[in-house]
């Protein structure tokens, strides 16, 4: 094995103490807060920049994905069981742990199911959605199934603003945190800020080591060739609908993970998350980094993400993302880290320093 590749991993992992050290010393801690959320904003564009870059599957669907991580773990994570505490199954989830009792903000006794349990079965509901919509979808190609992943996205923000269940227009709040050990938990506590930043950061980290071994392996292989030509890789022998699909689906997951942990991490989550501008934004952030460049799209990811938190964008936001796409499908269609893309820069800038040098001769 060839440990060169995780070289990168190992450096992400120096900055990200890095940043996290330079905040507390200079009393800006508050800029972990969009930095984790930026996290989890980039276990999104990972999946997706697997399912375009080396599938060459165009998805406008993954804000949905998101959006039922989030609000299927919000909705068993919020609903209150106590007034059917009396029932058998009731009281079997309860004795084996699935369900949890606490007080809620107004002190009434809530029953409600264990964080990890609804993290669980969101991702498991993600995987199923994800298998039943892929099988017909991936048999189409390019625009087509741009709209058809579209479309899936258009059902999911109806279904999450239309559902009384999940809040309609308001989404859901008062979600509890995530407790992943004991003393380890995903929440929106102030106090446990630095824990939830180096939390959201493991899973990039893990998300990234996941994708560098598959792209490299001989699954990695067989995508590039599906992607360079899909007949072509068909003819040698290589099962293309099993591989977009499965790479449909772990697309799929990431951006379930990252709505999940965002989701309590924020104590909510509203039905804007689920719109079409959102998976429109994913894709920008993936163009702009470079379809098929892991580290490109996740440094352009958290950068522009940690921007539009931060406010820089201001209610230009949503456009800023929309002309960033049109740009980079007119002047960089590569995007802009392709590496042979900066070396074209690199030479022009010296083309034209030593022009200018001969110039002022």
């Not at 190992?10 to 990200?16: C, H, N, P, R």
């Not at 994800?130 to 087509?144: R, S």
């Not at 804007?272 to 460049?293: F, L, P, Q, T």
């Not at 049109?326 to 995007?335: D, K, Q, S, T, V």
Request: charged share 10%.
């Amino acid at each position: 094995m060839d440990m060169r590749r995780f070289s990168p991993l190992l450096a992400l992992a120096g900055v990200i103490v890095l940043i996290q050290v330079g905040t507390s010393l200079g009393g800006a801690t508050y800029y972990l807060t969009q930095l984790t959320m930026s996290a989890y904003y980039a276990l999104v564009i990972i999946g997706l920049c697997l399912l375009m870059g080396y599938a060459g599957q165009l998805s406008l669907g993954q804000a949905g994905f998101f959006a039922i991580g989030g609000y299927t773990s919000a909705f068993l994570t919020t609903v209150n069981l106590a007034d059917r505490s009396g029932k058998p199954l009731v009281g079997l989830l309860s004795r084996i742990g699935v369900l949890v009792a606490q007080k809620n903000l107004y002190g009434e006794e809530i029953l409600h199911f264990s964080s990890l349990v609804a993290l669980v079965v969101a991702l498991l509901i993600t995987i199923v959605i994800a298998f039943l919509i892929g099988m017909p979808v991936l048999k189409l190609k390019g625009h087509y199934l741009a709209m058809a992943t579209m479309g899936f996205g258009i059902i999911i923000y109806r279904i999450v603003i239309g559902t009384r269940a999940f809040g309609e227009a308001d989404g859901i709040s008062g979600v509890p945190g995530l407790k992943i050990l004991p003393g380890i938990e995903v929440s929106d506590s102030f106090s446990a800020r630095v824990l939830n930043y180096y939390i959201a950061w493991v899973l990039v980290l893990a998300g990234m080591l996941i994708a560098i071994n598959l792209i490299n392996s001989r699954v990695g292989r067989a995508l590039r060739s599906l992607h360079g030509s899909e007949q072509a890789a068909g003819a040698m022998g290589i099962d293309t609908a099993r591989y977009k699909l499965n790479l449909f689906v772990l697309g799929a997951v990431f951006a379930s993970v990252g709505g999940i942990f965002l989701t309590h991490y924020n104590g909510g989550i509203g039905p804007s998350e689920s719109s079409i501008m959102k998976s429109v934004r994913y894709v920008a952030i993936v163009a702009a980094g470079g379809m098929a460049n892991l580290w490109g799209a996740l440094i352009t990811g958290v950068v522009l993400n940690f921007l539009s938190l931060r406010g820089v964008f201001g209610s230009y936001d949503d456009a800023v993302f929309g002309l960033l796409l049109i740009l980079i499908m007119l002047f960089a269609p590569e995007g802009l880290l392709r590496a042979h893309v900066l070396t074209r820069i690199r030479s022009r800038l010296n083309e034209g320093i030593f022009n200018g040098k001969r110039g002022a001769r």
